[in-house]
């Protein structure tokens, strides 16, 4: 009710700005990197495992696919993410030796736990999940688990659950690498010293949302929206997608900025704001190019650049830059203006937040 909601109008905007709050509390208890941090017996699962697959629905999804390229980048593993409602149903090659991920915020989404019943029945014995809900199937059904502590998440469209899964994976992308020997003592210390920064960075961040609220002035009229991003940041853009798509009915998608010119491009006109999350300066040029394409074509762009960037505002190019860099933990950083810009174009358009038409909160069944 009211009370609950504080100074906030909906749940949705309640969690978002409860995310500096959900990842303290998400890394509470982690003194240092150790595989126990998921359980007993964690050691010598991740001493087994050569690779990693990972199954989710949804933004739970998006979480994982940012989590591959933790995986890959950082522990050298090998790493296939997978919609749990497509794994299930094809015909895969089970290796006994992949680290089965499921990703959930409610731990009873029923694709992912019949994605993880088919993993085991093909003879993956090695589960793990990275859930919100300690008591939930999921958790009693894999024998690892680390369990994000967002805490309630009310909004049909999730926020906070999505960026405390992403700290429970970049723990895990940790773990793993200290098992295999591919990161230094002191590489270690590092990330983690940069995570326990994170809930101040992610305030800074919340304090952008009065030019979100500008950019969302511009979007409540529109009907279709382009993400852009690349590497770690695409899967921040197919989310972004999903979260305008989800509360404010616009038709939003996400394309990895390279495949601009591969069909997207076709569809840029004055009536298509194109969303970029951006890079740091090595991608910097090419990200010019791109933005040069979608000027020629009337499309006004609108420019999340990371801190270190030098893009500037200028005519139908809107920049709003993130307070700090942030190297491999910016997509926590980076979604939470595009969950500001859903939000308060949702609000803009009148549309009902925290249940969006035709969607539910947990899909427990088919
Ligand atoms: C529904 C919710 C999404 C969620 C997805 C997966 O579609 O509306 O917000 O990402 O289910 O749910 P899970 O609980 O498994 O993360």
Same mark, same amino acid.
């Given at each position: 009710g009211a009370a609950e909601l504080g100074p906030y109008r909906h749940y949705m905007q309640k969690e978002i700005f409860e995310q500096p709050r959900a990842i303290a509390d998400t890394l509470e208890g982690v003194q240092s990197i150790v595989p126990e941090l998921f359980g007993d017996g964690a050691y010598s699962v991740f001493k087994e495992i050569d690779s990693v697959l990972i199954l989710a629905c949804g933004t739970s999804y998006y979480s994982g696919c940012t989590a591959k390229y933790w995986l890959e980048g950082i522990a050298k593993i090998p790493t296939q993410v997978e919609i749990a409602s497509e794994y299930r149903y094809r015909e895969s090659v089970p290796?006994?030796?992949?680290?089965?991920?499921?990703?959930?915020?409610?731990?009873?989404?029923?694709?992912?736990?019949?994605?993880?019943?088919?993993?085991?029945?093909?003879?993956?014995?090695?589960?793990?999940?990275?859930?919100?809900?300690?008591?939930?199937?999921?958790v009693r059904e894999c024998k690892l688990a680390y369990i994000t502590r967002a805490g309630a998440e009310i909004g049909v469209a999730s926020t906070k659950a999505f960026t405390t899964q992403l700290a429970g994976l970049f723990l895990l992308t940790l773990a793993l690498a200290q098992v295999k020997g591919r990161i230094t003592e002191s590489q270690e210390a590092a990330h983690l010293k940069a995570m326990r920064h994170l809930p101040a960075a992610l305030?800074?961040? @919340?304090? !952008?949302?009065?030019?979100?609220?500008?950019? &969302? %002035?511009?979007? /409540?009229?529109? $009907?279709n929206a382009l993400f852009l991003g690349r590497g770690l940041h695409y899967p921040i853009a197919l989310?972004?997608? @999903?979260? !305008?798509?989800?509360?404010?009915?616009?038709? &939003? %998608?996400?394309? /990895?900025?390279? $495949?601009?010119?591969?069909?997207?491009?076709?569809?840029?006109?004055?009536?298509?704001?194109?969303?970029?999350?951006a890079p740091n300066d090595t991608l910097l040029e090419k990200l010019k190019s791109n933005m040069q394409e979608v000027r020629a074509r009337g499309g006004v762009l609108y420019v999340l650049?990371?801190?270190?960037?030098?893009?500037?505002s200028e005519d139908g190019i809107h920049v709003i830059r993130m307070p700090e860099h942030y190297g491999p933990l910016s997509p926590?950083?980076?979604?939470?203006?595009?969950?500001?810009?859903?939000?308060?174009?949702?609000?803009?358009?009148?549309?009902?937040?925290?249940?969006?038409?035709?969607?539910?909160?947990?899909?427990t069944v088919e």
């Open positions: 290796n006994p030796r992949t680290l089965v991920v499921t990703i959930s915020q409610s731990g009873e989404t029923a694709d992912t736990l019949a994605a993880l019943r088919h993993a085991r029945e093909l003879g993956m014995e090695h589960t793990l999940t990275v859930c919100n809900v300690g008591t939930s199937a999921m305030t800074a961040v @919340l304090a !952008l949302e009065p030019q979100i609220i500008g950019w &969302a %002035e511009q979007f /409540a009229g529109k $009907e989310e972004g997608a @999903l979260k !305008l798509k989800e509360i404010t009915y616009i038709h &939003a %998608e996400a394309y /990895a900025a390279g $495949e601009l010119k591969h069909g997207p491009l076709a569809l840029v006109t004055s009536q298509m704001p194109v969303v970029t999350v650049a990371d801190a270190d960037t030098r893009i500037e926590l950083l980076h979604v939470v203006p595009l969950q500001l810009l859903a939000y308060h174009t949702a609000c803009a358009r009148g549309t009902d937040v925290d249940k969006p038409r035709n969607l539910a909160k947990s899909v």
